[in-house]
C-alpha cells in the first residue's frame, strides 16, 4: 500500500460539536438531559452551542481540506434524525438532509466518509422510557436505527462504524455516573448494559451483512477503547505479565473477545465477576463472533486516565500505541486496523501553542509507522482527534482536543489552525506501509 492509500484523516462526534441542541426539530438526548440538569454540587455546562458544526458544517470541510486529509470519521445524531427514538417512524427531515449535505460535500473533495451511529448521544426519551441501554429493548431499536441509516446513506459509505467505545459507556455512564445518563450502578450495571451493546453492534452488523453488503459493498466495526500497561522494569515476572493482560482483558478484551475472538468473555472477567456477568448461549456466541469487518481503535486520554485505576504494583500504564496493536495483532488473529481516534489533549489556556498535544500526537503517529513497517500490524487508516475544539464530556471546554482552535467567546466559532495541525500535512508524506494491506487494496 503506497501513502497515498492510506486513510490519514481527522475526526469528531456530533454531541461534542454540532451544537444546535433543539434546532431544527433534533430531540434532547441524554447529554443534554445531564449537561442542563442542576445539582447542589456542580452547575454543568453544556454543549447547546459547543464548535456550532451543526450550522458551520461547511468551514469543517474547509479546515479538512486545508489538512489535505484523506477521509473524516464523524458520527450521526440518533436524536437528530428521530427525536422519538423509533427508527421506524418518519425521520427529521432536515437532519437527513443535513448529513446528506455533508457525505456529498466530502465526495466531492474526494474525502472518503467513515460514520459513526452512535457516539454517546442515546435520545433522553429512550433513556426515560426503557432505562436506556440496561433494557435489552435498545438492541431491537438500534437495529432499526442502523438499517435506516444504511438504507439513507450506505450508497455513499463505505465505512461504518456501530458505537463509539462502549467500554466508556458501560462505565462511565451506568457504572459511576461520570457520564450520561449518570446513574451509579457499579459493576452490575456496566455489566449488563456492556451486554446490551454488544447484541446491539452485532444485530447491526448482520443487518448490514444480509441487507446491503451485497450492493453497497461497505464495510463495518465498532470503535474499542484501551489502555496500555507493562510491568515496571524489574518487575517482570510471570504473575506480573499475566495481570497486565489481564488489565487489557478488563477493558478491550471485554468487547473484543466476543467479538474478534471466541464469541464469549475472556476467562479472566468471568473469574473476577462471576454470576454478576451475563452469559452468552452457545447460538449467541456464534452470532456475535466475527461481527466487525476490520479492528477499529480508539487510543487517547479517557482510557488512559482509567487505565491507571486497574493497574497493580510493580506495572505502568504508559501510552504505547505500538505495543497494543501489536497485541491486538497477536490476540485476535492479525486484523486489518483503523486507529478511530488518536490524539491528546491541552489544557484549554494554552490556546493554539498545544506542545504537549504535539508531543504525543507526533509519538503516536511514529509509533504506527512502526508498527506497521516492524511489526507488520496492518493499518489502514489513522483519524487524528479531533478536528476542532468541543465539549470535552465531563471535562466540559477546560481542556482541547482540536486540530483547529475554536474560541467559544464568539459567535462565529472561527477555526484557527493549531501548531499541532501541521503534524497532520508532514504524516501525509510518510512512507506509511510496507508491505501492501489487502484489505485497503480492495477497498479503494
Given at each position: 500500500?503506497?501513502?497515498?492509500?492510506?486513510?490519514?484523516?481527522?475526526?469528531?462526534?456530533?454531541?461534542?460539536?454540532?451544537?444546535?441542541?433543539?434546532?431544527?426539530?433534533?430531540?434532547?438526548?441524554?447529554?443534554?438531559?445531564?449537561?442542563?440538569?442542576?445539582?447542589?454540587?456542580?452547575?454543568?455546562?453544556?454543549?447547546?452551542?459547543?464548535?456550532?458544526?451543526?450550522?458551520?458544517?461547511?468551514?469543517?470541510?474547509?479546515?479538512?481540506?486545508?489538512?489535505?486529509?484523506?477521509?473524516?470519521?464523524?458520527?450521526?445524531?440518533?436524536?437528530?434524525?428521530?427525536?422519538?427514538?423509533?427508527?421506524?417512524?418518519?425521520?427529521?427531515?432536515?437532519?437527513?438532509?443535513?448529513?446528506?449535505?455533508?457525505?456529498?460535500?466530502?465526495?466531492?473533495?474526494?474525502?472518503?466518509?467513515?460514520?459513526?451511529?452512535?457516539?454517546?448521544?442515546?435520545?433522553?426519551?429512550?433513556?426515560?422510557?426503557?432505562?436506556?441501554?440496561?433494557?435489552?429493548?435498545?438492541?431491537?431499536?438500534?437495529?432499526?436505527?442502523?438499517?435506516?441509516?444504511?438504507?439513507?446513506?450506505?450508497?455513499?459509505?463505505?465505512?461504518?462504524?456501530?458505537?463509539?467505545?462502549?467500554?466508556?459507556?458501560?462505565?462511565?455512564?451506568?457504572?459511576?455516573?461520570?457520564?450520561?445518563?449518570?446513574?451509579?450502578?457499579?459493576?452490575?450495571?456496566?455489566?449488563?448494559?456492556?451486554?446490551?451493546?454488544?447484541?446491539?453492534?452485532?444485530?447491526?452488523?448482520?443487518?448490514?451483512?444480509?441487507?446491503?453488503?451485497?450492493?453497497?459493498?461497505?464495510?463495518?466495526?465498532?470503535?474499542?477503547?484501551?489502555?496500555?500497561?507493562?510491568?515496571?522494569?524489574?518487575?517482570?515476572?510471570?504473575?506480573?505479565?499475566?495481570?497486565?493482560?489481564?488489565?487489557?482483558?478488563?477493558?478491550?478484551?471485554?468487547?473484543?473477545?466476543?467479538?474478534?475472538?471466541?464469541?464469549?468473555?475472556?476467562?479472566?472477567?468471568?473469574?473476577?465477576?462471576?454470576?454478576?456477568?451475563?452469559?452468552?448461549?452457545?447460538?449467541?456466541?456464534?452470532?456475535?463472533?466475527?461481527?466487525?469487518?476490520?479492528?477499529a481503535l480508539s487510543f487517547g486520554p479517557n482510557n488512559l486516565r482509567l487505565g491507571?485505576?486497574?493497574?497493580?504494583?510493580?506495572?505502568?500504564?504508559?501510552?504505547?500505541?505500538?505495543?497494543?496493536?501489536?497485541?491486538?495483532?497477536?490476540?485476535?488473529?492479525?486484523?486489518?486496523?483503523?486507529?478511530?481516534?488518536?490524539?491528546?489533549?491541552?489544557?484549554?489556556?494554552?490556546?493554539?501553542?498545544?506542545?504537549?498535544?504535539?508531543?504525543?500526537?507526533?509519538?503516536?503517529?511514529?509509533?504506527?509507522?512502526?508498527?506497521?513497517?516492524?511489526?507488520?500490524?496492518?493499518?489502514?487508516?489513522?483519524?487524528?482527534?479531533?478536528?476542532?475544539?468541543?465539549?470535552?464530556?465531563?471535562?466540559?471546554?477546560?481542556?482541547?482536543?482540536?486540530?483547529?482552535?475554536?474560541?467559544?467567546?464568539?459567535?462565529?466559532r472561527t477555526r484557527t489552525p493549531k501548531t499541532s495541525q501541521g503534524l497532520v500535512s508532514l504524516a501525509l508524506h510518510a512512507d506509511w506501509a510496507k508491505?501492501?494491506?489487502?484489505?485497503?487494496?480492495?477497498?479503494?
Open positions: 500500500m503506497s501513502p497515498q492509500r492510506f486513510l490519514w484523516g481527522s475526526g469528531t462526534s456530533a454531541y461534542q460539536t454540532e451544537g444546535a441542541w433543539n434546532q431544527d426539530g433534533k430531540g434532547p438526548s441524554i447529554w443534554d438531559s445531564f449537561t442542563h440538569s442542576v445539582t447542589e454540587k456542580l452547575d454543568r455546562m453544556t454543549a447547546n452551542v459547543a464548535s456550532d458544526s451543526y450550522n458551520r458544517w461547511e468551514e469543517d470541510v474547509k479546515a479538512l481540506e486545508y489538512l489535505s486529509v484523506r477521509s473524516y470519521s464523524f458520527s450521526l445524531s440518533w436524536p437528530r434524525l428521530f427525536p422519538d427514538g423509533n427508527a421506524r417512524g418518519q425521520p427529521n427531515s432536515a437532519a437527513v438532509e443535513h448529513y446528506s449535505r455533508l457525505i456529498e460535500k466530502l465526495l466531492e473533495k474526494k474525502i472518503q466518509p467513515i460514520v459513526t451511529l452512535h457516539h454517546w448521544d442515546l435520545p433522553q426519551v429512550l433513556q426515560e422510557r426503557y432505562g436506556g441501554w440496561k433494557n435489552d429493548t435498545l438492541v431491537g431499536l438500534f437495529e432499526d436505527y442502523a438499517a435506516f441509516c444504511f438504507h439513507t446513506f450506505g450508497s455513499r459509505v463505505r465505512y461504518w462504524l456501530t458505537m463509539h467505545n462502549p467500554f466508556l459507556m458501560a462505565v462511565q455512564g451506568y457504572g459511576t455516573g461520570v457520564h450520561a445518563p449518570g446513574e451509579k450502578g457499579g459493576p452490575a450495571g456496566s455489566l449488563i448494559v456492556a451486554h446490551n451493546l454488544i447484541r446491539a453492534h452485532a444485530k447491526a452488523w448482520h443487518t448490514y451483512n444480509n441487507h446491503f453488503r451485497s450492493t453497497q459493498m461497505g464495510k463495518v466495526s465498532i470503535v474499542l477503547g484501551s489502555h496500555w500497561v507493562e510491568p515496571q522494569r524489574g518487575q517482570t515476572t510471570a504473575v506480573n505479565v499475566g495481570l497486565c493482560q489481564q488489565s487489557i482483558e478488563a477493558v478491550l478484551g471485554w468487547f473484543a473477545n466476543p467479538i474478534f475472538g471466541n464469541g464469549d468473555y475472556p476467562v479472566s472477567l468471568k473469574d473476577k465477576h462471576g454470576a454478576l456477568l451475563p452469559t452468552f448461549t452457545p447460538e449467541e456466541k456464534l452470532w456475535v463472533q466475527k461481527t466487525a469487518d476490520f479492528f491507571r485505576n486497574l493497574v497493580h504494583y510493580g506495572q505502568t500504564v504508559t501510552p504505547d500505541l505500538r505495543r497494543l496493536l501489536g497485541w491486538i495483532k497477536l490476540e485476535y488473529g492479525d486484523p486489518s486496523v483503523l486507529v478511530a481516534e488518536g490524539g491528546w489533549f491541552s489544557e484549554a489556556r494554552v490556546g493554539r501553542e498545544d506542545t504537549v498535544a504535539i508531543y504525543l500526537m507526533k509519538s503516536f503517529i511514529n509509533q504506527v509507522l512502526r508498527a506497521i513497517k516492524f511489526d507488520g500490524v496492518q493499518v489502514f487508516g489513522y483519524s487524528a482527534w479531533s478536528l476542532v475544539d468541543g465539549f470535552e464530556w465531563n471535562y466540559d471546554y477546560t481542556i482541547r482536543r482540536g486540530l483547529f482552535y475554536v474560541d467559544f467567546s464568539q459567535q462565529d508491505p501492501a494491506n489487502p484489505f485497503l487494496e480492495s477497498h479503494m
